[in-house]
């Protein structure tokens, strides 16, 4: 069973940084390509950042890139994004999920919440 | 990039009617195009995906059709279980944009 394991929200500062990790289970981690998702309160879903499965290739919103970074660990069979030089409205629950055959998303993990406020 | 959007962004329906939610893209996607459902405090849940194919599980009142840039979600008998926010998202390019969703109730 696909299992996601998002961890290390939680409130920052405007201006600091946090790391956040996603535990991947239940498939082969790394062949799959993976993203990062977010929805801030009273907003829809923003894709945030992909990784590829197949080469080392990343991707960034536009409204993440240069302050975001999105890496993996596939000895660990982990995902992350490192933000750094955060901003209000980067606050939102980020989501971890798993590309589907057809670049869709079929799994996704529970979300971990991160709130940017002085 | 591609844009999304959905029509409409709030519906009050019935148990038991038949709801329709429209998505439109600023370009032709072809057919990938992907449906999620996501109720409070929960993850999105994939529905169905290139724009007519129903995922695993997923009761077979819920519906989608379209191809081009239009495209339509349909739920057939409205359940009290089916109070969520419904977003599209286009795969043909990246980013993977989304619909801005539309919330339905009951």
């Known amino acids: 069973e696909v299992h996601l394991l998002e961890s290390g929200g939680g409130l920052v500062k405007p201006g600091g940084s946090l790391r956040l990790s996603c535990a991947a289970s239940?498939?082969?981690?790394?062949?799959?390509?993976m993203s990062w998702v977010r929805r801030a309160p009273g907003k829809g879903l923003e894709w945030v950042s992909a990784f590829s499965g197949s080469s080392p290739r990343t991707y960034y919103a536009d409204s993440v890139k240069g302050r975001f970074t999105i890496s993996r660990d596939d000895s660990q069979n982990t995902l992350y994004l490192h933000m750094s030089n955060l901003r209000a409205d980067d606050s939102a629950t980020y989501y971890c999920?798993?590309?589907?055959?057809?670049?869709?998303?079929?799994?996704w993990g529970q979300g971990t919440l991160v709130t940017v406020s002085s | 990039d591609i844009q999304m959007t959905q029509s409409p962004s709030t519906l009050s329906a019935s148990v038991g009617d038949r709801v329709i939610i429209t998505c439109r893209a600023s370009?032709?996607?072809?057919?990938?195009l992907a449906w999620y459902q996501q109720k409070p405090g929960k993850a999105p849940k994939k529905l169905i995906y290139?724009?007519?194919s129903i995922e695993v599980g997923v009761p077979p009142r819920f519906r989608g059709s379209g191809s081009g840039t239009e495209f339509t979600l349909t739920i057939d008998g409205l359940q009290p279980d089916d109070v969520a926010t419904y977003f599209c998202?286009?795969?043909?390019?990246?980013?993977?944009?989304f619909g801005p969703g539309t919330k339905v109730e009951i």
């Open positions: 999920a798993k590309e589907g055959n057809y670049g869709d998303f079929d799994f």
């Open positions: 239940g498939f082969t981690f790394k062949t799959s390509a």
């Open positions: 998202q286009q795969f043909y390019s990246y980013p993977g944009n």
């Open positions: 290139k724009a007519s």
């Open positions: 370009q032709t996607i072809s057919n990938w």
